[in-house]
């Protein structure tokens, strides 16, 4: 993964806007990191394969960034991206990687289901 650079995440975001897809969306702040300190609260939220088609969307901040995506009837967002790659399969990959380079929360989306 590469470091964030707006311009093309955010033409990626528009290629795939208005267009059936499937989005992957995580969060974590150390999963099962309670296990070391029972004082630790964890939380995370997970879904993958939610198809949707979203009407535009925008990349802001100047990093970490906030990735919105406006549907129809509400928003998709990830705050907190750092980092993006575009792999072999056309997906949009997107993560926010804490100061230890530990994935605090990542937004996939692409054009067929995730594996």
């Given at each position: 993964?590469e470091?964030i650079?707006?311009d093309?995440?955010?033409?990626?975001?528009?290629?795939?806007?208005?267009?059936?897809?499937?989005?992957?969306?995580e969060?974590?702040?150390?999963a099962?990191?309670?296990?070391?300190?029972?004082?630790?609260?964890?939380?995370?939220?997970?879904?993958?394969?939610?198809?949707?088609?979203?009407?535009?969307?925008?990349?802001?901040?100047?990093?970490?960034?906030?990735?919105g995506?406006?549907?129809?009837?509400?928003?998709?967002?990830?705050?907190?991206?750092?980092?993006?790659?575009?792999?072999?399969?056309?997906?949009?990959?997107?993560?926010?990687?804490?100061?230890?380079?530990?994935?605090?929360?990542?937004?996939?989306?692409?054009?067929?289901?995730?594996?």
């Open positions: 993964m470091f650079q707006a093309k995440v955010q033409e990626q975001i528009n290629e795939k806007a208005k267009k059936q897809v499937y989005i992957h969306l969060t974590t702040n150390g099962y990191a309670n296990h070391n300190d029972e004082s630790f609260f964890n939380s995370g939220a997970y879904i993958r394969n939610a198809k949707l088609a979203y009407e535009y969307g925008k990349i802001t901040g100047e990093g970490p960034y906030r990735i995506l406006k549907t129809e009837i509400g928003w998709v967002y990830a705050e907190g991206i750092t980092h993006y790659e575009i792999d072999d399969k056309g997906r949009l990959l997107l993560a926010g990687l804490d100061f230890t380079g530990k994935l605090a929360v990542a937004l996939e989306i692409s054009e067929t289901p995730f594996d």
